[in-house]
Each structure stands twice: as C-alpha cells, then as structure tokens.
C-alpha cells in the first residue's frame, strides 16, 4: 500500500512538472508568434493611458509589474456620459445584429424581454483610437460646458451654487486635458481585416480582443436593449528591461506635479496583444530619479 502511495506521488509530480513544461512551451510560443514581423499597430501612450496599479505602491514583495490599460467608451454628445461609460450610443441595436446577435425580437413583449435577457456575451474585435477626434470632441464639449458655467456665474455674481457649478466645470476640463485617458473606443466588429481597411492610421488605432454583452433595461414608458462593452485585456506586462522608471518613481516619493510622467510605446502584434517596445520620462523629476 505504501508502495503504491508513493508510486503515485512520483507519478503525480512527473504529469505536474510536464504539464508546466508544455504550457510554458505555448506560452513562449504564442508570445513569439505575437511579435513576429511588423506590428499590426503601434501606439505611443502616456501614463494617462497606461497607469501604475495601486498595488505596486503597496505590494512591495510581488516582483510583477503590470501596467493598468485605461480607456474610455464615451459618448461626447451626452453630458452625462461623458467619462467612463461601458455602454456607448453606438453599440445600439443595429452595431449588435452587425456582431451577430438576434435583435429581431421587439423589446415591448414578454417574449422580447425573455429574449434579450438571455443572450450571452460574445467576444469581438474593438477599435480603439488614441488622441483622434472621438477624445477632440470629449475636450470640445467640456470645454463648452467650462465656458457656458462661467459665464452663468459672471452674470449671477451673488449667486454660490453658479460659482461653484463653474469652479467644478473647469476642474473638469483640465482633469480631461491633463489626466484623463486619450484612448476611447470607437467601433467593435468580427473581421479584424474590414476593422483595419475602415481605421487604417495604425499609430493612431489599434485593434484589440473584447467582449460584448447585451441587457436589457425597462422604465415606466420604455423598453430597450442596452449592451455592455469591456477588453480582454486589463494591463500590459513590464518587463525587467523596462522597470526601471517605474521602480524609481516607487521608490522615492515623486510628487505628481499633474500630467503624465511617463511615455510608453506599445506595439500590438499577429494575436493583436501589446507589448511594450520603450519607456520614457516625461518630466524632470521622473528623469532624474531613473538616472
């Protein structure tokens, strides 16, 4: 019996370690095959994009350093949405029968509404644009709101709430100017090859793996389908050749003087995943300390 047990452990160990080996192997061969050739995209992002995880500040002890891919699905014709919303107007009814989904059931009948509440997720492929008209529109619109506010505040000078309202409208616009991320996504589809004839600036638009998933939302007078845009992706590795900046900027306490400290250069290869291609400080501060 004893004999058996510890036969069993080796044999245990030796299918464990092989099954390391053999995913390892397909890791570092999906890694290879992701950066063979040209980049299907190269985007140049900056801290705003691309932001240290709150756990490196605080997690000293883990070695792995991934940075937080920050972008945005907005809608800069709403003034409610302008931020961080994973709903946007374009992923409507007619965007979602273009990705596959069954939208030709009315909303306004149970059997609708038993329909669209169980379509599942599907994965797509999502454009993101970095810095192009969808994020000029976003800095128009808060920079109209900015100017309507403090003009409201300049004829009602007695008046707090105006002021502040006006205060809060252009902290909002520098916050976009400065801070906010630049990377917004555009447009989703399933055939990477129309995505790129239709968005062909590859410093400017790359094209990654996301998912969609459909809902569906009632109120009193209305019934619609609404759908749900996230990335398979959360954060692109650091290596260790690329750590430096990052570590130097943990390891002393370097006041944020507002705006990215970091530029980084993301190349997106044959599977669409980034890896980053070079790190660069942005200011002073940051420079010096990396040094």
């Given at each position: 019996?004893?004999?058996?047990?510890?036969?069993?452990?080796?044999?245990?160990?030796?299918?464990?370690?092989?099954?390391?080996?053999?995913?390892?192997?397909?890791?570092?061969?999906?890694?290879?095959?992701?950066?063979?050739?040209?980049?299907?995209?190269?985007?140049?992002?900056?801290?705003?994009?691309?932001?240290?995880?709150?756990?490196?500040w605080y997690n000293r002890e883990n070695s792995g350093l991934g940075l937080t891919l920050t972008w945005?699905?907005?809608?800069?014709?709403?003034?409610?949405?302008?931020?961080?919303?994973?709903?946007?107007?374009?992923?409507?009814?007619?965007?979602?029968?273009?990705?596959?989904?069954?939208?030709?059931?009315?909303?306004?009948?149970?059997s609708g509404e038993r329909h669209y509440?169980?379509?599942?997720s599907?994965?797509?492929?999502?454009?993101?644009?970095?810095?192009?008209?969808?994020?000029?529109?976003?800095?128009e619109h808060a920079k109209q709101k900015a100017q309507k506010d403090a003009a409201l505040a300049a004829a009602n000078p007695r008046n707090d709430e105006f002021k502040q309202r006006a205060r809060a409208s252009q902290e909002s616009l520098v916050r976009e100017q400065r801070d906010a991320s630049r990377l917004i996504a555009i447009d989703a589809g399933?055939?990477?090859?129309?995505?790129r004839e239709r968005y062909p600036n590859r410093a400017q638009n790359a094209i990654v793996s996301g998912r969609v998933t459909p809902s569906f939302a009632k109120t009193d007078d209305?019934?619609?389908?609404?759908?749900?845009?996230?990335?398979n992706l959360d954060?692109?590795?650091?290596?260790?050749?690329?750590?430096r900046l990052f570590d130097a900027l943990r390891s002393v306490d370097i006041p944020n003087q507002g705006g990215?400290?970091?530029e980084v250069t993301a190349a997106f290869g044959q599977r669409l995943e980034p890896w980053i291609v070079s790190v660069a400080p942005l200011n002073s501060a940051a420079l010096k300390r990396a040094k």
């Open positions: 019996m004893i004999a058996v047990t510890s036969w069993s452990h080796k044999r245990t160990l030796i299918v464990g370690l092989a099954l390391l080996v053999v995913t390892n192997a397909v890791a570092l061969i999906g890694v290879a095959y992701n950066r063979l050739g040209e980049p299907e995209s190269q985007l140049r992002l900056t801290e705003r994009e691309l932001a240290l995880p709150y756990s490196y945005r699905a907005v809608d800069p014709d709403d003034a409610g949405a302008l931020y961080y919303s994973a709903a946007p107007k374009w992923l409507d009814k007619a965007k979602l029968a273009t990705l596959g989904f069954d939208v030709s059931s009315a909303e306004r009948t149970l509440r169980k379509l599942l599907k994965n797509v492929w999502v454009v993101l644009e970095l810095d192009g008209p969808a994020y000029r529109r976003v800095v399933l055939d990477v090859a129309a995505l209305r019934a619609y389908v609404v759908a749900y845009l996230a990335l954060a692109v590795h650091v290596p260790l050749a690329h750590r990215p400290r970091y």
